[in-house]
């Protein structure tokens, strides 16, 4: 799908698809790529004299592969994180081609940015190519910022879970959270982890693209510095970056703790066995020997043999728990 974006007398137009758009070409000043078919790459690449780069070259990692200059265009890629109210988040490229009063955008995945930011353009009597670049980085750090304040809430909400509820349990003497709660726990923050990791990454890879583009030797035809207009978007990124970086170190306390309470509920398992292992082994000594094939024994023919040795084994055990009581071990 295409998208092209002309400057009228009243306004600012956009057309979808390629129809009557020989007689405009002039006053193009921004085309949307959207998963491109060949006819529409071909256009954008008659009108801009560039070769347009492909889905895999935008998925290239190093930096020169994202960041340079060709043919007096700036071709800039970045990447950011896309589908996040579904449940298979993803990582998608999106390309920005600067040339002349013209800005290309080629994408594969269809971006809520995007959306919003056409919606407010084409409620403004005029604009240019720079105007479009920083307005769509400033939508996208927008967007990115309102990602990143979910994970937060979903974190706070998953540490109230963890040791609010654990709280109010042992002052009612209720049980703690069983091990399936903590380990779904666990799984919970192992996704948000994964997707702020990823965010992170895309923060790197924007702010990169935004020192790039703000670069006024970055290419020697560059029409004018970027560097002024993009210092607020640059700082909001940065911000962006330190708090995904609180948020990152806000999960591994959280991994560590919830695995501190997997371990203590382990234990508490373990000390339950023990406690009854230690209770049951003195009894068994006495039973073991009564149980000798010896010809004389005590009270062993004497008619009340059976319960002093109930009453030895009996003994045998309390002295044990009484002694774990006076220790407070249980």
Known sequence: MIRIYTQTENGISRTVGLEEQGERRGDIFWIDLLTPDAEELRFAEELSALEMPTKDEMREIEATSRLYCEDGARFMTTTVLSRVETDDPIIAEITFILKGRIIITIRHTDSYSFRVFSHQLLRTPGTNRDLVFVGLLETLVDRQADVLERFGTDLDA???????????????????PDTEDLRDALEELGR???????????????????TFAGNEDSCTDARESL??????????????????????????????????????????????????????????????????????????HSPYGFWIALFCMFMAASLPLIIFRLKRYI
């Open 158 to 176: 998953l540490s109230k879970k963890v040791f609010g509820t654990s709280r109010r349990r042992r002052k009612s003497n209720e049980e703690d």
């Open 192 to 210: 948000v982890g994964d997707l702020i990791t990823r965010q992170r990454d895309a923060l790197v890879n924007l702010l990169r693209l935004i």
């Open 227 to 300: 560097y002024t207009a993009l210092r607020s978007v640059s700082r909001d990124v940065n911000s962006l970056a330190e708090y995904a970086s609180f948020l990152s170190n806000k999960i591994n306390f959280m991994l560590d703790a919830v695995l501190g309470l997997i371990n203590i509920e382990q234990n508490d398992i373990v000390k339950v066995f023990t406690i009854v292992s230690v209770l049951f082994l003195p009894p068994t000594l006495v039973a073991s020997m009564y149980g000798m094939n010896f010809d004389w024994m005590p009270f062993l």
